[in-house]
T-cell receptor, first 116, second 108 residues
Framework: EAGVAQSPRYKIIEKRQSVAFWCNPI?????LYWYQQILGQGPKLLIQ????????DSQLPKDRFSAERLKGVDSTLKIQPAKLEDSAVYLC??????????????FGPGTRLTVT | QKEVEQNSGPLSVPEGAIASLNCTYS??????FFWYRQYSGKSPELIMS??SNGDKEDGRFTAQLNKASQYVSLLIRDSQPSDSATYLC????????WGAGTKLIIKP
């Protein structure tokens, strides 16, 4: 069974530029999550999709971050404009069902973003 | 605010010994509990999940849950250098709340 796919793996941009990340979840997984992980910290949930609907985006900085999951499969996360503090690893995860139940989450390899 | 607490470490354990990692959580309504392993520069990998009080064993790993004390632990028997990683505790209470992780170092 193929795992969660993400691209690109690494990205370096200057502040105020824009960037987009792509994620393809495990086949059949209805729930998709985007996390931000800063070195030395646990993952921070940015947004959770159930199929193509948003379940939780309470910690998404909506003035600069946006995400979509058209057709309920793959997803893109965009940052525009980027700030220095956005330097982090962006992780995509998927699960069979919603986090409010007990479904285990599986992570992609992540995208390491550096903003200079 | 819902919280998950872990000692950041590093926790240093000799090869072959038992490594014991601990996690406490604040929400008494939490229903499911997960341990993830994260190697440096890699993404978190699920190693154990536990849903009811008591012990759950999987190979060299044992997860222990005590809901009354709001405490979950992970024991690694016969520790190997390859077990050196950061171990993240995650607790599910309508959403998954993450600890900051404990860095484990297994010394040969």
């Amino acid at each position: 069974e193929a795992g969660v796919a993400q691209s690109p793996r690494y990205k370096i941009i200057e502040k105020r530029q824009s960037v987009a990340f792509w994620c393809n979840p495990i086949s059949g997984h209805a729930t998709l999550y985007w996390y931000q992980q800063i070195l030395g910290q646990g993952p921070k949930l940015l947004i959770q999709f159930q199929n193509n609907g948003v379940v939780d985006d309470s910690q998404l900085p909506k003035d600069r971050f946006s995400a979509e999951r058209l057709k309920g499969v793959d997803s893109t996360l965009k940052i525009q404009p980027a700030k220095l503090e956005d330097s982090a690893v962006y992780l995509c995860a998927s699960s069979l069902g919603p986090a409010g139940v007990s479904y285990e989450q599986y992570f992609g390899p992540g995208t390491r973003l550096t903003v200079t | 605010q819902k919280e998950v607490e872990q000692n950041s470490g590093p926790l240093s354990v000799p090869e072959g010994a038992i490594a014991s990692l601990n996690c406490t959580y604040s929400d008494r309504g939490s229903q499911s509990f997960f341990w993830y392993r994260q190697y440096s520069g890699k993404s978190p990998e699920l190693i154990m999940s536990i849903y009811s009080n008591g012990d759950k064993e999987d190979g060299r790993f044992t997860a222990q849950l005590n809901k009354a004390s709001q405490y979950v632990s992970l024991l690694i028997r016969d520790s190997q250098p390859s077990d050196s990683a950061t171990y993240l505790c995650a607790v599910n209470c309508s959403q998954l709340i993450w600890g900051a992780g404990t860095k484990l170092i297994i010394k040969p």
